[in-house]
């Protein structure tokens, strides 16, 4: 079992930090002061917002390093966190899988729930979509891996915590930025924000486009964000937030083996015959009001609404799809004693409900000529409308200086309705209701000093079933489907060594999920889903970060992180088929990222990346495989004052620098057709260049 063989590994660590915990603290050399590595601080809805402090593992990515890449694709830079592995297509087909929860899922990603501040990006129907939100905008990621968030809905996978930009120094300030790359990679941004005493404005518009490498794989993407902080006092203030979203992105589709090898720009026949599409709007909007009650409670209440407008003109039929969603939430935090022992907690409830419209049509492409696809008869529309709340809590109790015990307690309860118009004359309605879920954690933290902690954690999460695996094949609610949900177990260390010149975290988790969901492929675009059986994920994680002072004027930052998992099915049988034993399709059980950044007094600096991924099994039998591939990227630029209060940065990069041929993205289960290969695989760019220039303005 991984977890006996790696915990020989964690004692040796956790012996190592506390014999450097005694060590006297090094001595400069000629009058060099060491550059420490800073206290990393997480969003203010946790209970405890020092990431040394928290008892769980949580991923986190500044917004210097959300930047370090060419800040149009955030692939390269989530993919540096361990355990978790986001598969990217064209920038807009991707899927994130921590751990391997959600790694078979067939298009997207579900089982992991996301927010935009404090709205939900993730829909009524399980999806979630974080790629098209402008990085430039973003000041801080954070991905919890496992269910141990009570406060965001114990989702198996887990949470990822997207912190709108905010106005932060006073005044006024102005910025301007392009991004020009290979295969007509052109990204514009513009920026500007106001800050004064009582309130704030942060406003951003982006526009990034991109020709595609592979045929049929343009891409066009603009948006406007909005975040404006008012009445802001002492006890309270009042934030709204914005989002607006137009994409038009055209779908290469995966393609076989064959042509993965020989003609990898190539798409899929149908696909590029339809000229098949991906076109949405997006809207997303909040209000937020955080004000503090008396010394020892505060309060932070928050409404949203979410409005997707959807056409996808696919090969075998075009999807038009309507959602919209509102909801509220609101939790109390505070503090309070018992006796010697100090307590904070969190508690409230989150709301959320969602309507969504999908109609097919015949995709008549055809009979058009050579032109694309042309809309047809209507096929079917269903309508689901789906509505859940969530009560949690969350306290944390101080026993002593060394040693602190938390406990949450999350309860879900879900229900839709389901009407296909065009099933029958009568137009019928169905309504389900899941049974309540309660999602326990709890946690014990061991400080022995101010830089170094040990913890272990106990949790349960849940995932619910997505639309399409609601249903049955004939379009009504499947009632014997019921959500996954598993048992999650975690031993790590978070530990400060050399004055805070070096950080090291290590973890090593097991989890089993009962009830899987499985979504049978029924027809091209068609899943039914069941309740399968069972899969084991455990694993061991480490990141190490590092400041090097190499003399008065170079600092040399590295990181190295790694991630060793086994993901296999216990229990599963499909079809007839017994899979049980085998490895989990569609996730790497090993990722190695490291990287370095060489920075100079001047402005100067050079950065590189390496990222390995091994291979994946690409279907539940195991009889094929992606290939392990390795990529390297480089950048170097230049930052510099041109006068007083307007400051520049041009760069230049290289990404893919060994021209690695490899599948940024493979199709689980893909089912063959007619006498045809599979299609699993979505290549990856070949060996592409950027460079970027920015003004900035202080007034």
Excluded at 21 to 38: P, Y
Excluded at 615 to 641: C, H, L, Q, W
Aim: proline share 3%; glycine share 8%; with cysteine.
């Amino acid at each position: 079992m991984i977890l006996k063989k790696y915990c020989f590994l964690f004692f040796v660590c956790c012996v190592f930090q506390h014999t450097r915990a005694q060590e006297k603290k090094s001595k400069t050399i000629d009058s060099v002061k060491t550059q420490k590595l800073d206290e990393v601080f997480i969003s203010t809805l946790h209970i405890n917002n020092n990431l040394l402090d928290t008892p769980a593992s949580i991923g986190v990515l500044s917004k210097k390093e959300l930047l370090q890449n060419n800040t149009t694709d955030i692939t390269t830079v989530i993919n540096t966190i361990p355990g978790v592995l986001m598969q990217s297509s064209n920038l807009t087909t991707t899927r994130i899988s921590i751990r391997g929860i959600g790694a078979r899922t067939p298009y997207g990603t579900n089982k992991i729930r996301a927010f935009y501040g404090s709205i939900p990006l993730t829909s009524g129907n399980s999806e979630t979509v974080i790629d098209d939100i402008n990085l430039e905008n973003v000041s801080q990621i954070e991905v919890i891996k496992g269910p141990l968030s009570s406060i965001y809905g114990a989702g198996l996978g887990g949470a990822i915590l997207v912190l709108p930009q905010l106005s932060k120094s006073n005044g006024q300030t102005a910025g301007v930025s392009t991004v020009y790359g290979s295969y007509g990679l052109l990204k514009n941004n513009l920026n500007y924000s106001l800050t004064n005493k009582s309130s704030s404005l942060n406003i951003n518009y982006h526009k990034l486009k991109t020709d595609g490498w592979r045929e049929n794989s343009a891409y066009d993407r603009e948006g406007i964000t909005l975040a404006v902080e008012l009445f802001k006092k002492e006890n309270s203030k009042l934030t709204y937030f914005s989002n607006y979203t137009y994409l038009k992105a055209f779908i290469p589709s995966s393609i076989t083996k064959e042509a993965f090898e020989n003609n990898p720009k190539s798409g899929a026949a149908t696909w590029v015959a339809s000229k098949g599409f991906k076109e949405y709007k997006s809207t997303l909007a909040g209000l937020a009001y955080d004000f503090k009650i008396n010394e020892h409670l505060n309060n932070a209440t928050s409404i949203f609404v979410n409005y997707k407008d959807n056409n996808e003109p696919r090969p075998f039929d075009i999807l038009r799809q309507y959602t919209f969603a509102a909801g509220a939430r609101t939790q109390f935090s505070g503090d309070f004693s018992i006796g010697k022992i100090k307590n904070q907690f969190i508690a409230g409830i989150e709301y959320f409900a969602d309507r969504y419209n999908g109609n097919t049509f015949q995709n008549l492409y055809q009979q058009n000529n050579g032109l694309g696809s042309l809309q047809g008869n209507q096929l079917t529309e269903t309508d689901q409308k789906r509505f859940f709340y969530n009560v949690f809590s969350q306290i944390r109790s101080l026993l002593s200086e060394k040693f602190e015990f938390q406990a949450g307690l999350n309860y879900n309860e879900t229900q839709f309705e389901l009407t296909n118009i065009l099933a029958d004359a009568n137009n019928t309605t169905e309504k389900y209701r899941y049974n309540g879920i309660f999602s326990p954690q709890m946690s014990l933290l061991y400080k022995p000093n101010t830089e170094q902690t040990v913890y272990f954690s106990a949790s349960r999460g849940f995932s619910l079933p997505s639309t399409e695996e609601t249903l049955t094949s004939n379009g009504t609610i499947n009632s014997d489907i019921k959500p996954e949900n598993g048992y999650n177990f975690e031993v790590g260390g978070k530990f400060y060594f050399f004055n805070k010149n070096l950080y090291t975290e290590l973890s090593l988790y097991r989890m089993e999920i009962k009830d899987l969901l499985v979504a049978k492929r029924i027809g091209d675009d068609q899943y039914e889903g069941a309740n399968a059986g069972k899969t084991l994920h455990e694993g061991i994680e480490f990141i190490a970060k590092h400041n090097w002072q190499l003399n008065r004027t170079l600092t040399l930052s590295s990181f190295a992180a790694t991630s060793l998992g086994r993901y296999e099915f216990v229990n599963f049988v499909d079809n007839g088929n017994d899979y049980s034993g085998n490895k989990l399709t569609g996730v790497a059980a090993n990722k190695i990222n490291a990287g370095v950044t060489l920075n100079s007094q001047m402005g100067l600096y050079f950065s590189a990346d390496y990222q390995f991924v091994d291979e994946i099994p690409m279907n539940d039998a195991n009889t094929a495989y992606s290939d392990s591939y390795s990529i390297i990227n480089v950048k170097t630029g230049y930052r510099f004052e041109i006068i007083p209060n307007l400051t520049s940065h041009f760069a230049f990069g290289i990404n893919n620098v060994t021209n690695e041929k490899y599948a940024s993205l493979i199709l689980p289960n893909a089912v063959a057709v007619g006498n045809a290969s599979p299609r699993y695989y979505y290549p990856g760019l070949p060996v592409n260049y950027y460079g970027t220039v920015s003004l900035n303005y202080l007034f």
